[in-house]
């Protein structure tokens, strides 16, 4: 794979390169930041690679969503913490979008950090969204027991009236692609609509993973297949010169690929 050059856009619209009507992604950080990943969310990294990227109080990181606007619809892609402190439903006000408004939402895995605003006192916030969520994804959680599958089948009882379940490579509403990205979690999905990919928890540490791929975040659920497809989707937005829009990217939320001769 040519190396791939890591550009921070200035701006947190991203237009397409397609074909109007023009697709728009707006990064929505849920925690106020500005936060950082600690060295230990990372054990295996060792001290020379801290050392060489300047990163020994950590990884500049956020909690986010995103907005996506595409062929007339408003998308929210997952939904953040859900935590006293949660700045998206603010943010979709922004745009005009209250909760009762919003019609489409996709979920890219069901992590706390990504489904935690999905409810408020038990209820469903977005009372008439229809919410994707891959199949295997909500298999597995539903199949888990104890605390940690307690979260997911709350959000996935609580929109079962509304709930579609994907298989990786179908063609969401909007005409979003989606693919595999199975390892952090066993259904982990990314998104793509024409030339913005949205990553999900590929990266959780930029400034470390985009030149060692081959290091994981603790939160990783399968390692191996993590770093294989860490690996296989850079390469993919590098060929296609893809922008990256992320929930743990630090502000402003993207990255540009481009080649380097």
Request: hydrophobic fraction near 45%.
């Amino acid at each position: 794979m040519k190396k791939a050059i890591i550009c921070a856009a200035m701006a947190l619209a991203l237009a397409s390169c397609g074909q109007k009507p023009v697709t728009k992604a707006f990064w929505i950080e849920d925690k106020p930041g500005p936060s950082v990943q600690e060295r230990r969310i990372f054990p295996t990294v060792p001290d020379e690679i801290w050392d060489s990227l300047g990163l020994k109080d950590g990884v500049p990181s956020s909690i986010s969503c995103v907005l996506l606007q595409t062929e007339g619809k408003d998308i929210l892609i997952d939904a953040g913490l859900g935590a006293p402190f949660s700045q998206l439903l603010p943010k979709l006000a922004e745009f005009g979008i209250t909760p009762e408004k919003l019609k489409y939402v996709f979920i890219s895995h069901l992590h706390p950090d990504h489904i935690g605003g999905m409810l408020r006192d038990g209820q469903k916030t977005f009372p008439n969204a229809e919410v994707w969520i891959n199949a295997i994804e909500a298999d597995a959680w539903t199949a888990m027991e104890g605390d940690r599958a307690a979260l997911p089948k709350a959000v996935l009882s609580a929109y079962a009236d509304r709930l579609h379940r994907f298989q990786a490579g179908d063609i969401l509403p909007g005409g979003v692609k989606t693919i595999e990205a199975y390892g952090h979690t066993p259904g982990h999905t990314v998104f793509q609509k024409d030339n913005i990919l949205i990553i999900g928890d590929l990266i959780h540490g930029a400034a470390l993973q985009v030149e060692h791929p081959e290091f994981c975040a603790f939160f990783d659920m399968d390692q191996e297949a993590a770093v294989e497809v860490r690996r296989r989707i850079l390469r993919y937005a590098v060929d296609n010169k893809l922008t990256l829009c992320g929930m743990h990217l630090p502000a402003p939320g993207i990255i540009k690929t481009t080649y380097q001769d």
